[in-house]
């Protein structure tokens, strides 16, 4: 932490600085230069939480230089972790596809989507049971029964299964019935139900907020990991920018960014990021040839009559498609699938 | 609603459309132009949400051309919202200042400061007693023993009391204590809490997500009032930017867009939306003269010690200077205070 | 300057950087943390400017203290600078109006429009003679020709007037007629651009790129300035973001962050910043209030026919009336108008 | 072109608007919805440019359904353009990479970057002389000096050659000396600078502006070519978001979006959309697998004491091994290399 005066700072107001940094028993370093004086803090800087040094006198600003995030942080679990999904693997020398429709509409479409997806070589089912909707008046998702849908697919094929969870409630009713919790990008900052997944015990994706900074997702994760739960899997599914070609901004450097700053598994989202069928293909290639570990990729038995995002889905001839052009792309950057 | 077909759109792809259009009982309109072919839709739209025209045969894109929200929308709802809360009118002829601190932190700083600020002029007291935080580490907030006591305020001052909810939990906490729920940006489209608040009979401050376009506010709100709860305020308190010279950027033309596209009362947070305490008077003024309904100002008995966004505090001699600062503004744009 | 070093820096890493930074005769001060080491860097950091000490072994990142802009810097020039241009005063105590057509269309136009507005109150004439249009096909401007009939305009009413420059050709023609040049938003970084208006002697008016910080702001006003020529009005007129219900959204902060970061005059464009006749009312009222010392309206004596930005135009009575809504505002907050 | 009524319109305000649309001899297709009424345009739309139809009575919106850009459109010209520079072709079954240092610094510096590319695989040497910098202070390029470099090492190596033009007196200079014209991000909107470019005869590598939408950056294209000039390259380089983790967010969707929309070739430059060295391989293994047709990577025979943006290049044998590690991406992605 680097709190660095305002030039002309006076003598009193920098000693004041440097005595309530003291007094928390950390260390000063002062360095004057001809400018500005810059004044080094060395200990344990959450002493100084509630200091609010920025508005002391004559202070200009403070510069923070360690992450707030440690648990989700590599300098200081420099391995990469692998979450362990039913019997699939997250993170290690496999690409994980996550697969199925945007919303579980019935029994027959979550069925039939399994075994699609399962013979294309998808390792995960995914299906919404709560959505999130921006319009009141769009459909909201069949809830537990949807859920119970999800079991029975895995029980047949022997997918692994993963729900978007909106409230306790959801969470409470998901942990009967599935392998992996998401908390969606609306989410990503209700902190309430960060904490209540990390307490579920079952491994979490989470999925990145539209205006969310890399640091914030980082401390996102940093509130499910804190309550015990290591198993997270980050998903970049696109940023909100002021581009509008494209739904949302893949912003596709979150995937080295992510390596380079934690341990955590990173996968992406192409068919919610662009919200458009026919670049689901080019994006998919890119984020394995970035280095992503997975893909969550929307199916549907017929995208044209789906109840939500059916302009991105795609049906079961384009999913092995899909999954057949990407194989060896896959294999080129390092994944078996 | 309206349908643009690609270039050289084949007649069957045409005919395809409109017969799915007249089969839900709606009407189709074609204009058959030089390049491009588009087809108007008459009638009750909704009959087509699960058609996913976009991805029918040579369709280019759908246009809709009104808005989703329809209780929240001013074409349907001419006159203006007046929201009482406490005995406090809020969209009316007086400018209603909401001030406290960021956290409530203890009795004895919240008494303090609701006697400082209704003496300068504030009808209604804020406090968090849930405090969404970026960091698991960040002070989290005293929950329901916050919440007793902003009401003892209340019961000792007079003014009404609003309090942040970021749980169902929390609501039914709050319920008991406060006169107004506060849903936070970063809950902004946590659709489950926005239902839950509209079920709760309480007036709600809608606050606009960092990244929420004011469509998707307007359709937020819209989940409230669909409740039977039209006790609606929207506050704007900036957006995300590429801007780092304040915290987020302040989107004063929203107010006027609110106005214009709404009925609903709509205040301003420059507190939040700076970040920073100088900032705080030129854009208060600047939200008077916008035409806003109203400020949230945060205010601390001592904002060098303050547990959280002390930096954006005023103390309460800043805070009196505000106030009369405001006064001759307020009046001018036509608002008692 | 800070450098921040890895944890776990080696010795001899730290040692390399000091060597470097004492080898161009700075001093290096070094906070050796738990967690990080940091140096920082005392004396004149240009010594500095090529060594990329960011790709220097175990360097985590490099915090700047000090801003690159000096002549534009408040802080080194505390007193704010008053622009004259022709005979009016920018920066001062007075408001002042810069108002006219988007684009100069006619002489019959121009002078029109100069007798209107003089009427009302606005001090200069704006008129664009060479359009930066995104479209080639839209109407690109007059050029001289469009720039003659704005001196008649001077001549006949004595306003002062202004135009934008698009190139070296255009300033060296708006020399001979004019009292002020612009710059507009998508040349704010056509470096070449700025040193020449910079060498033209004439105050300039720089406007805010879209997509530009308020540093960067200063840096390119920097640029004007180290041609030996301080008289540089800034022009806040809205930013590129994710809202789309205005064309920009005015960052309105952006006057009192201004105001605290630099000495120069700045003024408000809320005609381009909304791209909505509706909106100009209550943001002009808004710039005033947030301490603006001019603004720049688009008028039209028929905006229904205009060749450019008609939508956001005002017709003479809208202007007279704006012009007597702002009298008051314009008083409450210091200026005379 | 779509006209929107407003709910309620007057039947006058209807007829007004269809009266103008008929005297400018095009048709009126009207679609009565039981909210709004919409008029569907046929004909030669730009006979309405100037009838800012927005703000005639009780309209509330206007609605395009083609693009402004015609020559850069793939709807026009389905065939992919392939751009000849030297003898060297972009946007064919080869991927091309440009590659050399931010700026020209001496003779030396650039003959010897040259033979070293070469001997990876580059096509194309770049290399600045005429530097746009935020900062007037930076180092701003040595000009035809450096022009003078570039073409030396063209005359040895064989390479073709590319430098970014800031001005008119730059073109002028750099057709004497250079296969190919950049222009960069900051300049994208300089529509004078593009006209001029269009005039050269030379090819044309256009990058996109930091805020401009892929709508304009196609427009600014349209500038170039309808000056005669076909042969347009588009260039990727980074968006301005929220995001601070690298310096600009790489849109890699751009690559598919433009692929649909426009014949033209595009390349991607991951130096500058991140800033950061070690996510140039990550991003250009991507860009690849996204469909680029080339990409340009900053080389410097010592970054550590580059003039010019060190952190983000590579020195010889990083960009050797990147060149190597490419290989297989782009055979699989249907590129030589």
């Not at 900074?213 to 002021?242: H, K, Q, S």
């Not at 192409?270 to 994006?283: E, F, I, M, N, Q």
Request: charge should be negative; hydrophobic fraction near 40%.
């Amino acid at each position: 932490m680097i709190i660095v005066m305002k030039p002309q700072a006076k003598e009193s107001s920098i000693t004041n600085i440097i005595d309530i940094i003291e007094r928390k028993g950390l260390q000063a370093h002062l360095s004057a230069g001809k400018e500005v004086t810059i004044i080094g803090v060395v200990g344990d800087k959450s002493q100084l939480d509630n200091q609010n040094l920025e508005i002391a006198e004559d202070v200009d600003k403070i510069v923070t230089v360690t992450e707030s995030y440690k648990l989700a942080n590599k300098k200081f679990h420099p391995e990469p972790t692998i979450v362990q999904v039913g019997n699939v693997f997250i993170g290690g020398d496999e690409l994980v596809i996550m697969s199925g429709p945007c919303a579980v509409e019935s029994k027959e479409q979550v069925l039939e989507t399994a075994h699609a997806i399962k013979k294309s070589g998808a390792q995960i089912l995914r299906g919404g049971a709560y959505k999130p909707r921006t319009s009141p008046y769009a459909f909201q998702g069949l809830e537990e029964e949807g859920l119970r849908f999800m079991k029975e697919a895995r029980e047949e094929t022997g997918l692994s299964v993963i729900c978007e969870v909106t409230s306790l409630a959801a969470i409470e009713a998901a942990v009967k019935y599935v392998d992996m919790l998401q908390i969606g990008a609306r989410n990503m900052q209700n902190f309430y139900l960060l904490k209540e997944a990390g307490k579920s015990g079952l491994p979490v994706l989470l999925k990145r907020g539209l205006s969310a900074t890399i640091d914030e997702w980082l401390n996102a994760a940093e509130y499910i990991i804190a309550e015990g739960n290591p198993n997270v899997v980050l998903c970049e599914r696109g940023i909100r920018t002021f581009e509008t070609a494209t739904r949302n901004t893949l912003d596709i450097s979150a995937v080295p960014v992510i390596k380079t700053k934690s341990h955590l598994p990173v996968i992406v989202d192409p068919s919610h990021a662009t919200g458009v069928r026919g670049y689901v293909k080019p994006l998919s290639r890119c984020a394995i040839a970035a280095g992503a570990d997975g893909l969550m990729i929307e199916t549907h038995p017929n995208p044209s009559i789906a109840l939500s995002d059916g302009p991105q889905s795609l049906n079961f001839s384009q999913f092995e498609e899909l999954c057949n052009d990407l194989r060896p792309f896959a294999n080129l950057a390092g994944k078996k699938f």
